[in-house]
C-alpha cells in the first residue's frame, strides 16, 4: 500500500481545512459535512424521490406530505424536498404540498425559517418538527412520503451500559456489554417502525437509509477495506489521554455513543415475522438494498489536492470533529464530573489533534466510507 510519500500532482489548501484541527467553530455542521455526505445523500434521495413516481397519491385536496426524520440543521435537506416538489408537480400541478423538516428539540431551524417561503413555489408550505422521531412526528395517516438518513441507529434511551474496555462505539463492544446494545436496539427499531406506520397514510411510504454492519463483508461505517476503524482509532486516542493522566479511567467508560449499527438481519427481522407488531401495523419491506459509500476526501489526497500529509490530516480531523465531537464529550456527562467546561474542551480537542496526528502518519488507511441498508417500507393500503 502506498504511504503519505506518494507524489503530489498538485499542491493546494484544501478550503476545508482549518489552521487548527480544534477550531470547530469555523463552520456549522451542514457545512462541514456537504461534501462527506454529498454521494450517499445524492443516492438514497434518488431513492426516496422515484417512489412519488407510482405511488398511491392522496385524495381530494389532502395535502401531499413529505418529512425529513433527522433532517438536522435542514439545508441538507433542501435538495431533497425541491425533487419532491419537482415529483409531485408532474403528476399533480395544484395539490398542496407540506414538507416537514424534523429533528430534536436542541436543532438550530434558523436557516430553513429564514429562507424565502416562496422559493418552493406556490401551494408548498414549509414547516420544521421537533418532537422526535422516536414517536410519531405527525398526525395519524398524514404523512405520504418520509425520508430518514444516517439517523436511526441512534437509542432512545442512551446507552444501556458504559462500554468498561472497548471505549466509544458498539462495533468495538463484546459480551454481556454488545448485548445489552443489540437488545436496545431492537426494541428501539421496533418502536421507530411502529412510529411511522402511525403517521403514513395507506399507501404511504418511508425510505431510511440506516448505518449498518454488512455481515457478508464485515464492512460497517468508517470500517471497510482501508485498514483502519476510524471510530476503534478515536476511541484509541480517548485511551492514549487516559494514560498520559491527561483524562480519568471514568470518563472513558463515560465517553460511551448511544448507538448501535445494527446487522442487515436485524434490520429485516420485525418484517419476516407475520405475527410482529411491526407487521400487524401493516408495514412491508418492498427493498432493502446495502449503500457503499466511498470517502471523497481520501480520493483528494490522492490526486495530490493536498499540500501535505499533515494538511490532510487536520482537515480530515476537523470534519470528523463535526459528528463525533459530542459523543466525545460524553466523558464529562457523569453527575460527579466537577472538569470546568473550558477544560473539558481542550482535552476533547486534544484527542482530534492525536485523531490527525494518527491520519498523518497513515493517510491512506483512514475513510470517511459509509456502509448503509437503504430500505423501502411501505404502509398497506
Given at each position: 500500500m502506498e504511504d503519505h510519500l506518494t507524489p503530489l500532482k498538485k499542491a493546494r489548501t484544501a478550503p476545508e481545512a482549518p489552521k487548527d484541527v480544534a477550531d470547530v467553530a469555523m463552520f456549522d455542521y451542514s457545512t462541514k459535512t456537504e461534501k462527506l455526505q454529498k454521494e450517499t445523500l445524492t443516492r438514497s434521495y434518488g431513492v426516496a424521490v422515484s417512489q412519488i413516481k407510482d405511488m398511491q397519491m392522496p385524495t381530494g385536496n389532502t395535502p401531499f406530505t413529505v418529512v425529513d426524520l433527522?433532517?438536522?440543521?435542514?439545508?441538507?435537506?433542501?435538495?431533497?424536498?425541491?425533487?419532491?416538489?419537482?415529483?409531485?408537480?408532474?403528476?399533480?400541478?395544484?395539490?398542496?404540498?407540506?414538507?416537514?423538516?424534523?429533528?430534536?428539540?436542541?436543532?438550530?431551524?434558523?436557516?430553513i425559517t429564514q429562507?424565502?417561503?416562496?422559493?418552493?413555489?406556490?401551494?408548498?408550505?414549509?414547516?420544521?418538527?421537533?418532537?422526535?422521531?422516536?414517536?410519531?412526528?405527525?398526525?395519524?395517516?398524514?404523512?405520504?412520503?418520509?425520508f430518514s438518513s444516517f439517523s436511526m441507529h441512534y437509542l432512545a434511551g442512551g446507552p444501556p451500559c458504559n462500554f468498561k474496555t472497548t471505549g466509544l462505539k458498539d462495533t468495538d463492544a463484546v459480551g454481556k456489554e454488545k448485548a445489552m446494545f443489540a437488545a436496545a436496539a431492537e426494541k428501539d427499531w421496533e418502536r421507530l417502525l411502529l412510529a411511522r406506520a402511525s403517521e403514513l397514510a395507506p399507501g404511504?411510504?418511508?425510505?431510511?437509509?440506516?448505518?449498518?454492519?454488512?455481515?457478508?463483508?464485515?464492512?460497517?461505517?468508517?470500517?471497510?477495506?482501508?485498514?483502519?476503524?476510524?471510530?476503534?482509532?478515536?476511541?484509541?486516542?480517548?485511551?492514549?489521554?487516559?494514560?498520559?493522566?491527561?483524562?480519568?479511567?471514568?470518563e472513558f467508560e463515560w465517553a460511551t455513543s448511544p448507538e448501535y449499527y445494527?446487522?442487515?438481519?436485524?434490520?429485516?427481522?420485525?418484517?419476516?415475522?407475520?405475527?410482529?407488531?411491526?407487521?400487524?401495523?401493516?408495514?412491508?419491506?418492498?427493498s432493502a438494498d446495502v449503500q457503499?459509500?466511498?470517502?471523497?476526501?481520501?480520493?483528494?489526497?490522492?490526486?495530490?489536492?493536498?499540500?501535505?500529509?499533515?494538511?490532510?490530516?487536520?482537515?480530515?480531523a476537523s470534519l470528523v470533529q463535526a459528528f463525533s465531537?459530542?459523543?466525545?464529550?460524553?466523558?464529562?456527562k457523569s453527575p460527579e464530573n466537577k472538569r470546568p467546561q473550558e477544560e473539558q474542551r481542550k482535552l476533547i480537542d486534544e484527542v482530534?489533534?492525536?485523531?490527525?496526528?494518527?491520519?498523518t502518519d497513515a493517510p491512506l488507511t483512514f475513510g470517511y466510507e459509509t456502509v448503509a441498508l437503504v430500505m423501502v417500507i411501505e404502509k398497506a393500503v
Amino acid at each position: 500500500m502506498e504511504d503519505h510519500l506518494t507524489p503530489l500532482k498538485k499542491a493546494r489548501t484544501a478550503p476545508e481545512a482549518p489552521k487548527d484541527v480544534a477550531d470547530v467553530a469555523m463552520f456549522d455542521y451542514s457545512t462541514k459535512t456537504e461534501k462527506l455526505q454529498k454521494e450517499t445523500l445524492t443516492r438514497s434521495y434518488g431513492v426516496a424521490v422515484s417512489q412519488i413516481k407510482d405511488m398511491q397519491m392522496p385524495t381530494g385536496n389532502t395535502p401531499f406530505t413529505v418529512v425529513d426524520l433527522g433532517a438536522a440543521d435542514g439545508p441538507n435537506t433542501v435538495p431533497l424536498f425541491k425533487d419532491c416538489v419537482k415529483a409531485v408537480r408532474e403528476r399533480d400541478a395544484a395539490r398542496p404540498i407540506v414538507l416537514v423538516f424534523e429533528d430534536q428539540p436542541c436543532n438550530d431551524f434558523s436557516k430553513i425559517t429564514q429562507m424565502d417561503p416562496t422559493s418552493w413555489g406556490k401551494k408548498v408550505f414549509p414547516m420544521v418538527n421537533n418532537i422526535g422521531f422516536f414517536d410519531p412526528t405527525m398526525p395519524e395517516g398524514s404523512v405520504h412520503l418520509s425520508f430518514s438518513s444516517f439517523s436511526m441507529h441512534y437509542l432512545a434511551g442512551g446507552p444501556p451500559c458504559n462500554f468498561k474496555t472497548t471505549g466509544l462505539k458498539d462495533t468495538d463492544a463484546v459480551g454481556k456489554e454488545k448485548a445489552m446494545f443489540a437488545a436496545a436496539a431492537e426494541k428501539d427499531w421496533e418502536r421507530l417502525l411502529l412510529a411511522r406506520a402511525s403517521e403514513l397514510a395507506p399507501g404511504g411510504r418511508c425510505v431510511i437509509a440506516n448505518l449498518c454492519v454488512d455481515e457478508s463483508t464485515g464492512w460497517y461505517p468508517f470500517s471497510t477495506d482501508l485498514g483502519a476503524s476510524l471510530y476503534t482509532t478515536i476511541s484509541d486516542c480517548l485511551r492514549s489521554m487516559v494514560k498520559d493522566c491527561l483524562m480519568t479511567e471514568h470518563e472513558f467508560e463515560w465517553a460511551t455513543s448511544p448507538e448501535y449499527y445494527r446487522t442487515i438481519a436485524e434490520h429485516k427481522k420485525p418484517f419476516e415475522d407475520p405475527e410482529s407488531l411491526v407487521r400487524k401495523a401493516g408495514l412491508v419491506l418492498k427493498s432493502a438494498d446495502v449503500q457503499v459509500c466511498r470517502c471523497p476526501l481520501k480520493k483528494e489526497y490522492e490526486a495530490g489536492e493536498y499540500a501535505s500529509a499533515e494538511e490532510y490530516g487536520k482537515a480530515f480531523a476537523s470534519l470528523v470533529q463535526a459528528f463525533s465531537y459530542n459523543k466525545c464529550m460524553r466523558a464529562f456527562k457523569s453527575p460527579e464530573n466537577k472538569r470546568p467546561q473550558e477544560e473539558q474542551r481542550k482535552l476533547i480537542d486534544e484527542v482530534y489533534h492525536r485523531l490527525a496526528k494518527r491520519i498523518t502518519d497513515a493517510p491512506l488507511t483512514f475513510g470517511y466510507e459509509t456502509v448503509a441498508l437503504v430500505m423501502v417500507i411501505e404502509k398497506a393500503v
